[in-house]
């Protein structure tokens, strides 16, 4: 809630890693294809202020696949389904931009993106929007307001791989640049896989994935119970 503009945010440190999160929520038409869904659209960045090696301009490579890893987490952990998005089918629908900024860039960037977005999307407060039978034109109550419907919580946790005998767990930039690979396994409240990225490097064995696994599921538990904690606290008695 740290961001009074947008319809929910969270910003999340990790170490010295700070990513903020803001969703903003728009009325659109569904598309043709898919009527009865809605859209949820997250875009991460990396500004030149978080870090040295960052340019300003367009959104350079690192920050692509961020975006794309950000994407493929929502679409395979269901955390929202998007016919929940929809208003009225074939008419209205709501658009969610989750737009990640990193501020302050240490290292292990996707496990911080993928907390702030789940925070920022348990924050989100979008008011009642019903569509007038006689004028056909959507009327908004912002008096009642109702949060999304999360159905599942990833949790991503990054591994510093160094030639498959040691395995660091929430790596710093530079432990990221030493290390001959890296893996980030997305997991949900009930310890099923969403996702596993892991763009090249050092192979891993099967026994050194199976830990990798145990870590994240123990590590879903302590980030939920912190998440839970805070959305609590923000509640109004």
């Known amino acids: ?35 009865n869904k809605g859209y949820i659209v997250p875009n991460v ?9 960052f340019r300003s301009g367009p959104p350079g490579e690192e920050a692509q696949a961020a975006s794309q890893f950000i994407a493929d987490v ?94 660091i767990v929430d790596p710093t930039a530079e432990e990221e640049d030493l290390a001959t690979g890296t893996v980030t396994i997305v997991t949900d409240e009930e310890g099923r896989l969403c996702s596993v990225h892991k763009p090249g490097g050092s192979p891993l064995t099967g026994a050194k994935f199976q830990d990798c696994i145990t870590r994240a599921i123990t590590r879903h538990k302590e980030v939920k119970k912190l998440i839970d904690k805070v959305i609590k606290s923000l509640t109004p008695k």
């Open 74 to 167: 929502i679409e395979n952990s269901q955390m929202i389904v998007k016919e929940d998005l929809c208003i009225a089918n074939g008419k209205l629908a709501w658009v969610l931009y989750c737009d990640i900024i990193c501020l302050d860039y240490d290292g292990n960037l996707l496990d911080a993106s993928v907390f702030a977005l789940l925070a920022a999307l348990k924050n989100v407060q979008l008011p009642l929007v019903t569509i007038n039978e006689e004028t056909g034109l959507s009327e908004v109550n912002l008096k009642q307001k109702n949060s999304l419907i999360i159905r599942k919580h990833p949790v991503a946790t990054s591994f510093a791989i160094f030639d498959d005998t040691l395995l």
């Open 45 to 53: 960045e990396l500004p030149s202020l978080c870090a040295e090696r």
């Open 1 to 35: 809630g740290s961001i009074t503009t947008a319809d929910g945010s969270a910003l999340v440190k990790l170490g010295n890693t700070t990513v903020i999160c803001g969703v903003k929520a728009e009325l659109a038409a569904p598309a043709v294809d898919s009527a």
